[in-house]
Structure formats: structure tokens, C-alpha cells
Nanobody
Framework: QVQRVESGGGLVQAGGSLRLSCTAS????????MGWYRQAPGKQRELVAD?????RTNYAESVKGQFTISRDNARVYLQMNSLKPDDTAVYYC??????????WGQGTQVTVSS
């Protein structure tokens, strides 16, 4: 069974940066597309960015130019720059088919202080 483990979250001041990492049992290559999602308190979970195995990327309008998604065979990364308090959320990685079925990992908490 493939386990997703997200890491790299933490507390950061506004304007700071974090790099999130996700491993799917070291076998990200199994999934054509991998995405990063986030859920802020009291809000619906939303797609932040995704990336295909060919390197094609897609970003939510709210993070374009601010976040960068990348991947290798073992991990998916989310580089987050110029963080704002509105970016505070639990961040999750998932292939879209697992996201659709409600299969989520623990996520990693990102808190941005003003």
C-alpha cells in the first residue's frame, strides 16, 4: 500500500518561504499527476497546484507566481514564497484519483503570521 507523507510545514512570518515535500512510499513515479491541496480553517479543501509526469503544471490563480510545484521519481515538492496569512492551512499531496475518493494523508500544517 502506498503511503503519502507530507512534510516541511511550520510557522513562518509573512513574506517568508517554505518548501513542502511529499513522498508516496518513494514511488511518485506511479502517478501520472500529483497535486498539492490545502484546507484552511472553516474552508473547503482546494487544489493549489498539480504536475504531470511530463512536467506540465497547473496552479490556482491565487498562488500563480508565488508557489512552484516540482517532482522527481520519489517526491513532489511545493516551493512557497512571499507567504501571506491567507496561505495558512493544512497542506496535502495526492494524486487526483485519490483526492476524488476522499483518501487523504495527515497533511502538514503551514501557519503564516502577520
Amino acid at each position: 500500500q502506498v503511503q503519502r507523507v507530507e512534510s516541511g510545514g511550520g510557522l513562518v512570518q509573512a513574506g517568508g518561504s517554505l518548501r513542502l515535500s511529499c513522498t508516496a512510499s518513494g514511488r511518485v513515479f506511479l502517478f501520472n499527476t500529483m497535486g498539492w491541496y490545502r484546507q484552511a480553517p472553516g474552508k473547503q479543501r482546494e487544489l493549489v497546484a498539480d504536475i504531470t509526469d511530463g512536467g506540465r503544471t497547473n496552479y490556482a490563480e491565487s498562488v500563480k507566481g508565488q508557489f512552484t510545484i516540482s517532482r522527481d521519481n520519489a517526491r513532489v515538492y511545493l516551493q512557497m514564497n512571499s507567504l501571506k496569512p491567507d496561505d495558512t492551512a493544512v497542506y496535502y499531496c495526492n494524486p487526483p484519483q485519490w483526492a476524488a475518493s476522499g483518501n487523504w494523508g495527515q497533511g502538514t500544517q503551514v501557519t503564516v503570521s502577520s
